[in-house]
């Protein structure tokens, strides 16, 4: 104990310098402004940041992309909360409750509710980091292929979870995600799959185009229609005027008092998946929403506007992103695309991450932990003096609000990867994404398959390029109960569905993707 | 906080008997059916996949099998959870009577080709993106929304468009460095 103290102190002595501390807001402050546009990540802020850092301390520069990182996911959350277009990946499980908290009147409610889980989450993600950063990194590269394969199998069946009152439809949208993330190379051999010969999809569908289309264009299309039924004298819920509702404010404590179990759940989530290299910061906020409907005695609201959604959803985001520098920090193995990025500053700046750092500089290496902290510091307070401005883009007319969303669409989908064929793509998955809310297909497994789908391949493939009998995946004990814990999943959530129908008579729980 | 509003109904109650509804098969039986058709069209091509790669690396069998069998699972899930749907639908039609209809299906068809009519337009869009510059095909698309959606009067609708498009176009390409289309190009 007195040890993690001492390395506290000795990290926090590192930045507590008027410079260092600018700069860690001046990152949030910018990598907000990224994230706010559908389509600029938070892994493109720091790719783009990164060189202008060169010239930097490290202490400067490594805390400065550490708040751009930060700074990004916190803009995703705010345009997924007020406009339903998810500035990240990571933000669209955000989404599913925090835009419509916002269309009922709750847009300080929602953002707040993600801002104080956000920094939360990361409070959590740092004091994590000063104490289990080496034994928890150290544990984290024992896991093989098939244990990874157990983990995301086990993730995947979280679908069974997402689907609302239509199992079937959840897995026939999980199977066609899974599909759609087939496409591109072959990951063992490498050669083209499900491409027909369009040069564009060798690299596969790229995410940002699809989620951009599946939420943001599909959400266009749907206030199209809305309002001409509004012309035929029909009332509809979207095509009503928000009103903002007097009692749209929540405290800490509040939060605090009403989650704790959730915020508890999600952080040791976020935080054990942080650690795992290439899982990545989309798969656990999923996972954490999931866990969070499946036990709340709220759950029931969960996908209709419910601040917990929002909290559990949050708190593992940013857990995640504090829990991944553990690997970076220790090992050099970044547990996230950002963070890869980020590994190229470190090395820029002739860091090479490692054991031996912390030995040969523990100053700077605690000093970069601290930052991980003081970002937190500088989110919460940017946040609090924005949410107020950022919640009157509700009140903008629609024929401001929606013409500029599409425009921006259009340009974040180009600007992804600088080709008109992300346009297409986002226009067609606006296409699927319209036609899928329109049948009740829900879209959360959909996207949950494609995130997952190319690691559950690789783990699936290259555990059978060990050992080609399928004995492989019982190898050892974590990866046989992932498994088995999979398949009891697979087999029971059925049959509790069908008790929990019969004990709710006809109950109508809607699919928790269709943001209405 | 607790005291929250009920939202409006969003079924279109009213226009459910006054409107005619699509003649497509409107119930998730109909949707099993497409799951059916993508699912085996999955496998087979998973097969046309593996000819190709053992042409391309000879003597790569046994990863070109686990190459096969991935698509192959995946295709097997969404071809059961399509057969699952069609007959859960067919029980509860027995059972009930009363199939499941769409949303889709209780909108007028000038509803329906208006959402639809968006998304070409968006994807059409896309084609003038490099031949016209950046500024035109998403000015002209931004100007009818803003009109669709209420803008008092033509030039204000466009002028809207305009300032929005040149204020994206400046943030990606000079606040970014996030290289666009050309902004004008005739």
């Given at each position: 104990m007195g040890a993690i103290l001492e390395n506290i102190l000795i990290g926090l002595k590192e930045v507590a310098a008027f410079d260092i501390i600018g700069m860690i807001f001046l990152g949030v402050l910018i990598g907000s402004v990224f994230g706010l546009i559908p389509g600029l990540t938070a892994t493109m802020a720091v790719a783009v940041l990164s060189p202008l850092t060169l010239t930097l301390d490290p202490l400067l520069a490594i805390p400065f992309l550490i708040g751009v990182y930060r700074g990004g996911l916190w803009g995703g959350v705010v345009?997924?909360?007020?406009?339903?277009?998810?500035?990240?990946?990571?933000?669209?499980?955000?989404?599913?409750?925090?835009?419509?908290?916002?269309?009922?009147?709750?847009?300080?409610?929602?953002?707040?509710?993600?801002?104080?889980?956000?920094?939360?989450?990361?409070?959590?993600?740092?004091?994590?980091?000063?104490?289990?950063?080496?034994?928890?990194?150290?544990?984290?590269?024992?896991?093989g292929s098939p244990e990874l394969f157990g983990l995301m199998f086990f993730s995947l069946t979280l679908v069974s979870f997402l689907s609302g009152r239509h199992i079937a439809k959840g897995w026939l949208a999980a199977g066609l995600g899974l599909g759609v993330s087939m496409i591109g190379l072959d990951p063992i051999i490498g050669t083209p799959?499900?491409?027909?010969?369009?040069?564009?999809?060798?690299?596969?569908?790229?995410?940002?185009?699809?989620?951009?289309?599946?939420?943001?264009?599909?959400?266009?299309?749907?206030?199209?229609?809305?309002?001409?039924?509004?012309?035929q004298g029909v009332a509809l819920a979207r095509s009503a005027d928000i009103q903002r509702q007097p009692d749209d404010q929540i405290k800490w404590r509040t939060v605090i008092r009403r989650y704790w179990r959730t915020i508890l759940q999600a952080s040791a989530t976020g935080a054990f998946i942080g650690v795992l290299p290439g899982i990545g910061s989309e798969t656990s906020p999923w996972i954490s929403y999931t866990i969070a409907k499946r036990t709340s005695k709220r759950g029931a609201n969960f996908g209709k506007g419910e601040p917990e959604g929002v909290v559990a959803t949050e708190v593992s985001n940013d857990a995640v992103v504090g829990a991944a520098f553990i690997p970076l920090l220790v090992f050099g193995i970044p547990g996230d695309l950002p963070l890869a990025v980020m590994l190229g500053a470190f090395l820029a700046q002739g860091l090479r991450p490692g054991p031996s750092l912390f030995r040969d500089q523990p100053e700077v290496m605690y000093g970069i932990v601290a930052a991980v902290l003081v970002s937190s510091l500088a989110l919460y307070v940017l946040g609090r003096l924005t949410i107020s401005t950022f919640a009157r883009v509700l009140d903008t007319p629609k024929w401001v609000l929606y013409p500029a969303i599409l425009v921006i669409s259009i340009a974040g989908a180009f600007a992804n990867e600088n080709t008109v064929f992300d346009v297409y793509v986002m226009a067609f998955f606006g296409i699927v994404g319209y036609l899928f809310r329109r049948t009740g297909v829900p879209l959360a497994p959909f996207i949950l398959a494609f995130v997952l789908g190319p690691r559950v391949e690789q783990a699936f493939r290259e555990s059978l390029l060990l050992d080609t009998s399928i004995g492989v995946f019982f190898s050892s004990p974590l990866s046989s109960a992932l498994v088995i814990a999979a398949l009891l999943v697979l087999v029971l959530s059925p049959i509790g569905r069908n008790r929990l129908a019969g004990a709710e008579a006809l109950s109508d729980v809607e699919p928790i993707s269709d943001v209405e | 906080m607790d005291e929250r509003p009920e939202p409006v109904d969003e079924t279109p109650s009213s226009s459910r008997r006054e409107s005619k509804g699509l003649s497509f098969p409107a119930d998730d039986r109909g949707l099993g059916i497409f799951g059916l058709v993508i699912g085996v069209a999955t496998f087979f091509l998973a097969d046309l996949q593996a000819a190709a790669s053992s042409a391309l690396i000879p003597g790569s069998e046994n990863t070109v099998i686990q190459g096969t069998f991935y698509?192959?699972?995946?295709?097997?899930?969404?071809?059961?959870?399509?057969?699952?749907?069609?007959?859960?639908?067919?029980?509860?039609?027995?059972?009930?009577?009363?199939p499941e209809r769409w949303m889709l299906s209780k909108l007028p068809h000038r509803v329906v080709g208006a959402?639809?009519?968006?998304?070409?337009?968006?994807?059409?869009?896309?084609?003038?993106?490099?031949?016209?510059?950046?500024?035109?095909?998403?000015?002209?698309?931004?100007?009818?929304?803003?009109?669709?959606?209420?803008?008092?009067?033509?030039?204000?609708?466009?002028?809207?468009?305009?300032?929005?498009?040149?204020?994206?176009?400046?943030l990606f390409t000079v606040v970014f460095k996030s290289p666009l289309p050309q902004l004008l190009r005739l």
């Open positions: 345009t997924a909360v007020l406009l339903g277009v998810p500035g990240t990946a990571a933000n669209v499980p955000t989404l599913l409750d925090g835009h419509p908290l916002a269309r009922k009147g709750y847009p300080q409610t929602a953002m707040r509710s993600a801002l104080y889980g956000s920094v939360m989450g990361a409070v959590f993600a740092s004091l994590l980091l000063f104490t289990l950063v080496g034994p928890v990194a150290s544990a984290a590269l024992e896991i799959r499900f491409t027909f010969g369009v040069s564009e999809l060798l690299g596969g569908v790229e995410i940002i185009p699809m989620v951009i289309g599946l939420f943001a264009i599909s959400e266009i299309a749907l206030q199209i229609e809305a309002r001409l039924m509004k012309d | 698509p192959r699972v995946v295709s097997v899930l969404i071809v059961v959870s399509s057969i699952v749907l069609i007959a859960t639908e067919t029980v509860r039609l027995r059972m009930a009577g009363d959402s639809l009519g968006l998304l070409v337009a968006v994807a059409l869009s896309a084609l003038a993106l490099e031949p016209l510059g950046f500024i035109v095909p998403s000015a002209i698309l931004a100007t009818f929304l803003a009109r669709w959606f209420g803008a008092p009067s033509w030039l204000k609708a466009g002028a809207c468009a305009l300032v929005a498009s040149i204020v994206v176009y400046v």
